[in-house]
Structures are given as C-alpha cells and as structure tokens.
C-alpha cells in the first residue's frame, strides 16, 4: 500500500505486505530528516533518519529514500505486522537549527 | 525509569487558572525541547533549551507561556491564564548532543483540556 502525500492521511495495508508513507517536506534548506512512530497515548519514538548528503538508508525492516530535488521523503516498511499500527510524521531540521519541523502524519492500520 | 518523564499525565484546568507542566529529561541530556500537539495534529515547537540556556523561544504562542530550566535537568512549562485554544498535549523531549544532529527522546506527554 502507498500513499500519495498529506492528501491522504490514513493508509490502510493487509498484514504481511509492504507499506510506503510519503511526505513532501517543505525546506530545501533542511539536511536533516527523521521518521516518527506515535501510537495512542504515547510520545513519538524514532524509526529511523537520514542526512541530506544520503538518498537511502536502511534499518530494521525499514528503509528511508530522500529525494531532495522534489523535496520527497518515504519510509517504506517491509512486512506489516499489527504492532506497525500508528501514526507516522516525518520531520525536517533546518541546516544548523536545533527544531525539529513536524509534517502532518499518516496514521498506518493494519488489516489482518 | 531511564526514559523522559513528564508530569502531570493528564491536568483539566478551568480557564483563566495557570498552570505549571514538568519534565524530567533523561540523565545528562543536554538539549530539552517543548512541543506542542494538537489534536490530529503534528507537534508544533515551542521551545528549546542547552544546558540551562533558553536559546530559542520563537514558537511560545503568547507571553502567557512560559518555560524555564534553571539547573539544566528539570523543566517546566508555564501558561498562565490559560485559554480554551491552549487545550493540547505538551510533549518534552531531551537529546544527548547540543550539535544540531541527534536523536531526540520523547516523553509521553502532559495532556491540557481547558473548560
């Protein structure tokens, strides 16, 4: 499953597949970027980042592309499993800031 | 515990009464950060903290709000005479560097409801 930006904020996935949350960040002048995971009732808990001198990194069933010629950011996450359940913001740091920028967020459901 | 701690959990205030929300960052976290998220909503920066120094308060909506670090450990966020529109969680999140990469630590948030 795949969503198309901050258009649509609710992507919904069957368990097993793969998922992929957009975000169209709004700063060319950010080198930094950071994927967040907020289940209900709790804070957000990093996933995984990336520099703006990289175009993919990988992590633990995760993988971040940056495309900084359109601004783009993906999280793509292999294997769904119900625990995936959450909403996801992207954020942007602006080059020698300290504030992170959050992006609306995606709320991720997993049908079994 | 070895996580950011923020109290209180949940606070309803009537409108017009201050409030004072505290965060206990993790040991030896350097940076502290105030955010806040409304409902649906992304966290919106409120502020950020080096050590004891406020060095950046530009996303503190009104002079009704308020925050402080004196010792470099704990910090409070004030708002007084609280209105409706400051219904919100706050969030507080700590890092270990002061350089401008690093993983930030969320706390659970201080749940406001303003009546």
């Known amino acids: 499953g795949e969503n198309v930006g901050l258009h649509l904020p609710t992507l919904s996935v069957q368990e097993g597949d793969n998922s992929i949350i957009n975000c169209a960040y709004s700063n060319s002048a950010s080198d930094y970027f950071i994927w967040y995971k907020q289940e209900s009732g709790k804070g957000p808990q990093f996933i995984i980042d990336i520099r703006s001198n990289m175009d993919k990194r990988q992590g633990q069933r995760v993988t971040v592309l940056l495309n900084k010629t359109v601004k783009h950011l993906s999280l793509q996450i292999a294997a769904t499993q119900p625990g995936d359940s959450a909403v996801y913001f992207c954020a942007e740091r602006l080059q020698g800031a300290q504030k992170l920028v959050f992006g609306q967020g995606t709320r991720l459901t997993i049908n079994p | 515990g070895a996580g950011v701690s923020q109290s209180p959990r949940y606070k309803v205030a009537k409108r017009g009464q201050d409030v004072a929300l505290r965060c206990d960052p993790i040991s030896g976290h350097v940076s502290l950060f105030w955010y806040q998220q409304a409902l649906g909503q992304g966290p919106e920066f409120l502020t950020y903290?080096?050590?004891?120094?406020?060095?950046?308060k530009s996303g503190l909506p009104s002079d009704r709000f308020f925050a402080e670090r004196p010792e470099g450990s704990v910090s409070t966020l004030k708002i007084q005479r609280t209105q409706q529109e400051d219904s919100a969680v706050y969030l507080c999140?700590?890092?270990?560097?002061?350089?401008?990469?690093?993983?930030?630590?969320f706390g659970e948030g201080s749940r406001l409801t303003v009546l």
């Open positions: 999140a700590s890092s270990l560097s002061s350089g401008p990469v690093g993983e930030l630590f």
């Open positions: 903290f080096q050590n004891e120094a406020q060095l950046d």
